[in-house]
């Protein structure tokens, strides 16, 4: 125990933790986490008048508690699916593994320490999802000390249960596909398969939770007890029920034995994972890091194809692709990300049972100018969200890590390699957003012109999000990474990406819903606003640019 | 050729990696840069390669100042970094391709030269695989020949021969010898002594910063008036540092 402890102290520092950036002083750090809460804030106020609204809804039946157990529950779902991603980082990927093996340590020594670092970083994700309710609930409830006391507990005490079976589902992944020589590839088709089944459990969720939108609806839900989906996400994680009780008993004693009853059963399945894990870790772990080689020369015909010249531009760009497709981590969080958001958007809608009539009758109000000249702008504010959340041009300075010294002894001017930094990230936010109208195409049956101008609105704007990214990145590097997942995942860049695009969609949709501007009239503003804003930046960047990146030491 | 004058690079602005420099390694030498861990070498490398920029001082590289003309520099060398893991994802070709695009190395050229580094290094049936497939030595050698490929008038080596095979580290070092013999300029930090004294034309000892020695090893010899190794001396050079 006491070497997992060690350990744990030097995973964190060693930068396998949450506390471990080094960018920036005291006053910076705080300046991002205030920047943030601004950005946020509206989502966050929207959460916390919700919570309000479905406290006042239940309470009139003495059911509120329900919502502090469906709260958790979903809480723990979310850190369940989180959590997966983090585990492979964290026990697979991070470049400490190969140190560690050859130590004389227990596999569960490794792994504790491994679970307590992953642990401290899912404290972040569960804060956003359950503070807002834990302490709305309690000044709801009026509820006395005791009850924050408690609140704090099952804080800290919840992400075990899910973080362990997260683990578990990892650890029995890398086991299984511990196996042949193409073993990146295997995984990563795995990877492909788990995020399908995310969205097929998300249609699920959705078809269960059709048409229940207001809070009067949800309320219902809630109070009707045979219902689907509350029933199967608190039977999946039973053990919040006695949070849940914890919590809405805290002034009377029987309170404290739920709490009681809530830690036992979560360390039970720490002591479940410990054991499990002696048995599972090893096997998947070892030679992660070995990668298959043919050894096969090379024939005279491909040997030409393969040594083509190309500008140093193209080849740099060409190189920058390369690496995003063939990293298993770049290729998950930013290429397929760019495919996926344009099919998520439309799963709420598809998902109902009704989903394609009301679908179609949005189509036809698309053949009036002033509706139209709406639906631009929510278009254009999708394609600002779909280019930012790839995060490829936010992390294109980042993803080079360690080896970001090449760019500087490189006969390349900066602003070249720039220019070919921001290649992939507009190209895969065009293709996000014309997978989104072929999409649009099929199922709204919009007029023709209208996916054109939207199309051609976007364009501009989608080049504004990946320069303001590649500025982010430049300004904020976050080099120092010991796994690439850290890169493209950890990276506080796309954040601040996010908040510029809530920064200028925000407006254009407001203006929109206000002014009901025509079709032509705010597609062509739309265009020549940001084109000429990219053309500013663009002299920002060619002129700013390689200062920024001549400041970079890595 | 390279020039360092009176160049300076503090850290933190306190510890001074390097300390008031000055350099000159001519055309037609090999020059073996010696010194002990953390004694300033790597940051000098970088000073040259224009990876890091010094506090204060010049550095040219065949007469082209590194801070005012950077591009024009930095064709004029080939750097060989003390990490070979570069680039781990593309395959070995194409990492060497891509060096010859960034040099503009033109398309026939660069066929023949290709085919002949991998021969030589014996690398022609990995040129297809994945660099993380490699292994240490393997990977060194890429990034040699992704420095050769564009035929740089002055080779910098950081540490080149760790993690060769000898078979390939002496072809490395017979083409360092052809190299400056054809009246070009190498330079290149060691820590193994042996190769700094069989190889080297000229070798400066550099320690905490500040270069303790500069000369032949003869010289050297005569300096120090002794006939020992230069191991010996160069012990004797630093430990009373």
Known sequence: MNRTWLLTKMLMKNGSGLWSGKRGSGWKKLLMI????????????????????????????????????MGMAIACLGILFFGIFYVLTVYYYSQDVEHLLPLPLKPSDILGAKFLVTLAYEYVPTAFLLLPLLITYGVKSGAGPLYYLYAAVVFLALPVIPLVIASLLAMLFMRVTSVGKSRDRFRLIGGVIGIAAVLGFQIVIHRNSAGRDSVEQLTQMILSENNALLSLVTRLFPSTKLGAMALAESGVLAGLGYLLAFLLVSAAFAAAFVLLGDRLYLKGVMGIAETAAKRRCVS?????KLTGRRSPVLAFAAKEWKVLLRTPAYF???VLSCFLWPLLMFIPVLSRPDGFATVREWGQFLQEDAAAGIGVAVAFALALFMTSANSVSTTAISRDGQTFFVNKYLPVPYAQIIAAKVVPGTVLGILSMLLMCAAAGLVLHPPVQFLLLALLASLPGIVFINLIG????LRMPKLDWDSEQKAVKQNWNTLFSMAAVVVTAAPTLFLAFQGKPSLYGISLTLFVLFAVLDLVLCRALVTKGPEWMDKIQS | MIELVDVTKSYNGTVKAVDRLTLTVPRGEIFGFLGPNGAGKTTTIKMITGIVRPDQGTIRVNGKDIGTEPLEAKRQFGYVPDSPDLFLRLKGLEYV???????????????ERIARLAERFDMTDALSDPIQSYSHGMRQKIVIMGVLVHHPEVWILDEPLTGLDPKSAFTLKEMMREHADSGRTVFFSTHVLEVAEKLCDRVAIINKGVILFCGTFKEMQEHFRSSESLERLFLELTKHE
């Open chain 1, 332 to 334: 998950l969080n930013c």
């Open chain 1, 34 to 69: 205030l920047l943030m809460a601004v950005a946020f804030f509206p989502l966050m106020s929207g959460y916390v008048m919700g919570v309000i609204g479905l406290y006042d809804g239940l309470a009139a039946s003495g059911q509120e508690s329900a919502l502090l157990g």
């Open chain 1, 470 to 473: 590649i500025i982010i990145d």
């Open chain 1, 300 to 304: 005279g015909e491909e040997f030409d």
């Open chain 2, 97 to 111: 391709t891509f060096m010859a695009d960034m040099y503009g190395v033109p398309q026939d050229v660069r066929k």
